[in-house]
């Protein structure tokens, strides 16, 4: 199949096939052309009286089935990680990174329980012990498994194992996917032009005029998707020297609860700030919150948006970096109105 497919690559095909990730509406439209089918034909109505989703995702484990303890463990691993990183606001992504060797992807996975805790390798393992301030793995048990018995990890449960929330995000994610594979896609992009994102708006006020003045509402947009699941666009589009594009992307993201009224979604284009945030990943984006030292911050310009980490220097001063390329930025000397902070992300 993958042969036949060369536009996808085998890695991301195989996991399309395992269920483990959602494939994009032109995906869909090469498997179905692959395959002699309908691309609507391989989308599940998991709504369906008759549909087990149960016996749908059995056969997908194959031989590679985890202890129930271990996935059991694997959740209350990610419950507790969680519960860390909500109690200490120094523990950005970019600080689990730097200072604990937790790339974005992994810190990803692991708050996801997508892996058994003894399948991660002793990096990892260790990040994790250091973080949860246990000696050996015997004794991060303990501790994971006391703070469940107390009660302290009950908030963030429900984030990590939800099956009606998984099934919620599956069910807005399959609708949106029959929307473009009808071909609404392009009309929302059209009806976002002309209603744009206050990101939009802003280039209007700064440019040339040439975009309109009024904001989209996502909840209008979305009503029954809103009530379960918070989408909000998403824009960029790579531009030379690592600066991103306010490019309408023509599709939607998750994005947390905590996340303000104008959040966005902007897809980062190139690792820019290392291997460690890859450039596929989808950043959710705040502009009425300002950047702090240890996190990500996003510089509004006039020739495009650009990623950066922050960091404060020996006197104070908030200064971004960018590895590719490598530079430094005073974001003191900027106009707070051009800043934002990344207060999450997704990567595909």
């Known amino acids: 199949m993958s042969d036949k497919l060369p536009t996808i690559t085998y890695i991301r095909l195989s996991k399309i096939e395992r269920g483990e990730i959602f494939a994009r509406a032109e995906e869909l439209r090469d498997i179905a052309k692959a395959l002699g089918i309908d691309a609507a034909e391989l989308l599940i109505d998991i709504d369906d009286p008759e549909f087990d989703i149960a016996a749908w995702a059995d056969p997908l484990h194959g031989n590679d089935r985890a202890d129930p303890e271990a996935e059991r463990f694997a959740v209350m691993l990610a419950a507790a990680l969680r519960n860390r990183r909500a109690s200490d606001d120094a523990l950005t992504i970019a600080v689990l990174e730097q200072d604990y060797g937790i790339a974005p992807v992994i810190l990803s996975r692991i708050e996801n329980a997508l892996k058994p805790y003894d399948r991660w390798n002793e990096e990892v393992r260790a990040a994790l012990r250091r973080l949860l301030d246990a000696r050996d ?10 703070a469940h018995l107390r009660g302290d990890l009950d908030a963030v449960l429900p984030l990590v194992a939800n099956p009606q929330l998984r099934i919620a995000k599956s069910r807005t994610r399959i609708a949106a996917l029959h ?12 009806s976002a032009r002309a209603t744009p994102h206050p990101l939009l708006e802003r280039v209007a006020s700064k440019d040339t005029g040439r975009l309109p003045t009024r904001t989209i509402d996502i909840a209008e947009a979305h009503p029954a998707q809103s009530a379960a699941v918070r989408l909000v666009p998403v824009f960029g589009s790579p531009l030379p020297d ?12 998750e994005a947390p609860s905590s996340a303000g009224p104008r959040a966005y979604g902007l897809r980062l284009g190139r690792p820019t700030l290392g291997a460690g ?8 984006v705040d502009p009425d919150r300002f950047p702090s030292a240890g996190g990500l911050a996003v510089v509004s310009a006039a020739e495009g948006l ?36 990344v207060v999450a992300a997704v990567f595909e």
Request: hydrophobic letters at 40%; proline letters at 6%; glycine letters at 8%.
């Open 137 to 146: 793995d015997a004794e991060l048990t303990a501790i994971v498994n006391e």
């Open 242 to 253: 690592g600066l991103i594009a306010r490019t309408p992307g023509g599709t939607h993201v």
């Open 179 to 190: 929307d473009e594979l009808r071909g609404v896609s392009p009309q929302t992009r059209a």
């Open 277 to 284: 945030l890859p450039g596929r990943s989808i950043l959710i």
């Open 306 to 341: 650009r990623v950066l980490s922050v960091a404060l220097d020996r006197h104070g001063h908030m200064l971004g970096y960018s590895e590719n390329p490598d530079i430094e930025v005073a974001l003191d000397q900027i106009d707070p109105a051009d800043l934002a902070t």
